[in-house]
């Protein structure tokens, strides 16, 4: 009797969960469809058909004629350097706020790296604009790495302090008993060790880094600086009505993120479950 | 004399050097992430157009925000959109946590790799997608009820105030349900067998089982969920996904896209910054209605 129950309640939940997965995917399903499409085919034969021929003619016309390539350059020349500094930095303040003693550590640690965590994009904007103004950095892509730059060091911190923590502290005595400075201790023993941190904070800094929409928005009005977000947003408002030509952008804005994602699937999983979770 | 100096100065640099360590971080922190922060509030006390001179107004931008009509609309469809955004995904992803954590813990790894997608897909991308799928004619939405025999009830999802709001909350719930299907799940996932074994012994039923073991023992998950869904549907998630999908018409637009039309649309920047200021006491407030619950549940 309960057995019986009991294979039922994994059917069913069995059942949903899948039902759920193709919820989520379809979306995405016919964005990766509709980009084959042509907008004539859309109106004449409906939204839920297969392509007719498989080209790649609007991705084409929406890298080269619409933008989309000078909007890949930027939000890698955005990405890159805000993903590397901020691991940087976060490698070097997570080591200290672990192994070494100094006064006003919680205290920083409290309102410097929790707060800086916490606070989104939406709650600065406005004082950001003015102080990217005064710095006459406006249209420059360093107005959004910088700000990027900081928080994503905030949350890597977290994540590598997490991970550190859980190293046994005889490690770092060894190590300078050793003669090797603390910088070299950090560079050589620990940065190694916590490549699973790394993958995780660095993977998701990535993804939110390329998705970030408002500070472009706000700092960046030369349409020639624009990152991938905001272009399909700005593509989006002139060409409203070209449904393939907008989910071949949307295809394309989404895809390096998806990329990132899969290949670094385990550590992203486990960094937002354990790391934010500390 | 020498090596005295050099002592002291190896003193002084190992006192110093724990600084040195945190300062690109911090330094970087405050000047761009927390000094913003802060300065926000003096902003509010100003009338600015951002570029002249400031006056100080004291209170009266937000003896002016109690009556004004757009930003009780914007408050409004933020509560809505708590409702979809964090309210929804939270109640039904404990339901699917405690349904999936022990059935399907292997197959349940696929399954939560396609569940994570929409968090590592800009918001503004998804609202291009749904912006088709809701879309009047054409659209996928309309289309799938023509088929099973529901046409009558297609129509223009984010072209109406009574479908709008509950359309754009609803992409909300379909972006966030599934990272709290992931957060539950681990977090159950670590809650000793034994526990549940036990309880069977007393006569448990499920349902039991999941308010008196399940539910508190997810008290370090809850949080996170809360605050970062809350984050999310006050700021550049709702913003970004009412941007694309009806620029803020029929009623939907979030306080902060209302802050940003404010503030670099319409040149009132001491008054916007005082919505931003709302917006951050709200957020704080939820905080602080979580750490209260929290410690009350334990």
């Known amino acids: 009797m309960t057995n019986w129950k009991k294979v039922t309640v994994k059917g069913v939940g069995y059942i949903i969960a899948l039902f759920l997965a193709l919820l989520v995917i379809l979306p995405f399903l016919m964005m990766f469809l509709g980009s084959f499409r042509q907008h004539t085919d859309i109106i004449r034969r409906g939204p839920l058909v297969l392509p007719t021929e498989w080209n790649l003619n609007n991705y084409h016309e929406v890298l080269f004629k619409h933008h989309f390539n000078r909007y890949y350059i930027n939000s890698i020349l955005i990405t890159v350097p805000v993903v590397v500094g901020s691991l940087i930095f976060a490698l070097m303040a997570a080591f200290a706020f672990s192994f070494m003693n100094f006064p006003f550590k919680k205290m920083i640690f409290l309102f410097v790296v929790s707060l800086g965590v916490m606070v989104a994009e939406v709650f600065i904007m406005i004082p950001l604009f003015q102080l990217m103004n005064s710095l006459k950095l406006i249209d420059n892509l360093l107005a959004v790495i910088l700000p990027s730059l900081a928080m994503s060091a905030c949350f890597s911190t977290l994540v590598i302090h997490s991970f550190f923590m859980g190293l046994p502290h005889e490690l770092f005595d060894s190590a300078l008993v050793d003669g090797a400075s603390s910088w070299q201790t950090l560079w050589k023993i620990y940065t190694p060790l916590a490549k699973p941190a790394i993958g995780a904070s660095g993977a998701l800094t990535t993804v939110w880094t390329w998705n970030t929409y408002i500070t472009p928005l706000i700092l960046l009005h030369d349409p020639a600086k624009a990152p991938l977000p905001l272009g399909l947003a700005l593509f989006q408002g002139q060409y409203v009505a070209d449904i393939p030509l907008l989910m071949a952008g949307a295809t394309l804005t989404a895809l390096p993120p998806i990329l990132v994602y899969l290949l670094f699937q385990p550590q992203v999983v486990a960094g937002v479950t354990h790391g934010a979770l500390k | ?298």
């Open chain 2, 1 to 298: 004399m020498h090596t005295q100096k050099s002592t002291t100065r190896k003193k002084v640099f190992s006192v110093l050097l724990p600084y040195l360590y945190i300062a690109p971080m911090v330094v970087s922190t405050i000047v761009f992430v927390i000094y913003p922060f802060f300065i926000n509030f003096s902003y509010s006390f100003v009338r600015w157009d951002g570029f002249g001179k400031k006056v100080f107004v004291g209170l009266q931008n937000f003896v002016q925000l109690a009556s004004d009509e757009r930003f009780w609309s914007a408050f409004q469809s933020n509560i809505i959109y708590l409702f979809f955004i964090v309210v929804l995904p939270i109640v039904l992803g404990l339901f699917m946590a405690s349904l999936l954590a022990r059935s399907l813990s292997k197959s349940a790894r696929f399954l939560q790799t396609i569940y994570f997608i929409p968090q590592v897909v800009a918001t503004i991308a998804l609202g291009t997608i749904f912006r088709w799928i809701y879309a009047p004619r054409f659209g996928v939405l309309n289309k799938l009820l023509e088929l099973v025999g529901l046409g009558r009830l297609a129509k223009p999802w984010l072209g109406s105030p009574e479908t709008a709001v509950v359309a754009v909350g609803f992409i909300g719930t379909w972006a966030w349900l599934g990272f709290c299907i992931i957060i539950f799940v681990a977090g159950i996932q670590k809650i000793d067998p034994c526990l549940y074994e036990a309880s069977l012994l007393d006569g448990a039923g499920s349902i039991q089982q999941f308010f008196y073991i399940t539910l508190p023992e997810l008290r370090f998950e809850m949080p996170v969920v809360l605050i970062m869904t809350t984050v999310q549907c006050l700021g550049s998630f709702a913003f970004a996904v009412v941007q694309t999908t009806t620029n803020g018409a029929y009623g939907t637009r979030p306080i902060a896209l209302y802050a940003y039309q404010l503030a670099f649309v319409e040149g009132k920047v001491g008054y916007a910054s005082a919505v931003v200021v709302i917006l951050t006491a709200i957020l704080f407030g939820v905080a602080l209605l979580n750490t209260f619950l929290g410690e009350k549940g334990n």
